[in-house]
């Protein structure tokens, strides 16, 4: 069965400092990994995903994260945090033994402070 | 990216009547549409599958008589809440998968108060 965990509710980071947002994953298949962004009521913004190609994935506003199968992570890092980059983020997984269903983590939300 | 449309962003009804919420992907035919409910600081709960010409696929808890959903066309799919009372309350999402691939794309949401 899939699962996905992320490891920290909270994340605070000053602006121009990375940023790590962590998340495991379980399936028993090889996976489609995904990490989305949420700004407050707003819906979910595609930031990265990955299909099995490189595993080293880049995303749109400098994102971007390392699939890991050994370690079964895919966090997501940025190497400077801005302020606009407060928002909750979302790792997703899906694999074709679910029927391609996506399963969400609980979310992350990160705080950028000035 | 895929843009996905919903309507209306926000609604404010009594407690009793119906609700219809609409998704609609843009610039893009999706056979697979999702809706999922968020309640505040929480995240994505899978309410349903909807597949274009055919009954939705229900997540187990969800009731199919109160969320009833239809996927007449390639592009549109509509999220109607029955009998609404204030526990629906909550924000909406519908999300379209793009043809041939996992990836899914999300509308904007919709904020339902139930008074």
């Known amino acids: 069965a899939q699962s996905v965990t992320q490891l920290d509710s909270h994340v605070s980071v000053s602006e121009g400092t990375p940023v790590l947002l962590r998340c495991n994953y379980s399936s028993s298949y090889s996976p489609s990994l995904f990490w989305y962004v949420q700004h407050p009521n707003k819906g979910l913004q595609l930031l990265l995903k990955?299909?099995?190609?490189?595993?080293l994935v880049k995303g749109i506003n400098g994102f971007e994260a390392e699939f890991k199968k050994s370690e079964t992570s895919f966090h997501l890092t940025k190497p400077s945090a801005h302020m606009s980059d407060a928002a909750e983020y979302f790792c997703v997984v899906s694999d074709r033994g679910g029927g391609f269903k996506t399963i969400f983590g609980a979310g992350t939300r990160l705080f950028v402070k000035a | 990216g895929a843009v996905v449309s919903q309507h209306p962003s926000w609604v404010i009804c009594k407690s009793g009547t119906s609700v219809k919420i609409e998704c609609r992907s843009l610039d893009f035919q999706a056979t697979t549409m999702f809706w999922y409910r968020q309640f505040p600081k929480q995240s994505l709960m899978l309410m349903a599958t909807s597949n274009e010409g055919s009954k939705a696929t229900y997540e187990q808890g969800v009731e199919k008589d109160k969320f009833l959903i239809n996927h007449a066309s390639l592009t549109l799919s509509t999220l109607t809440v029955t009998s609404a009372h204030p526990e629906d309350s909550s924000f909406y999402i519908c999300s379209a998968r793009v043809p041939l691939s996992d990836t899914q794309y999300f509308g904007p949401g919709t904020r339902l108060t139930v008074l």
């Open positions: 990955y299909t099995s190609a490189a595993t």
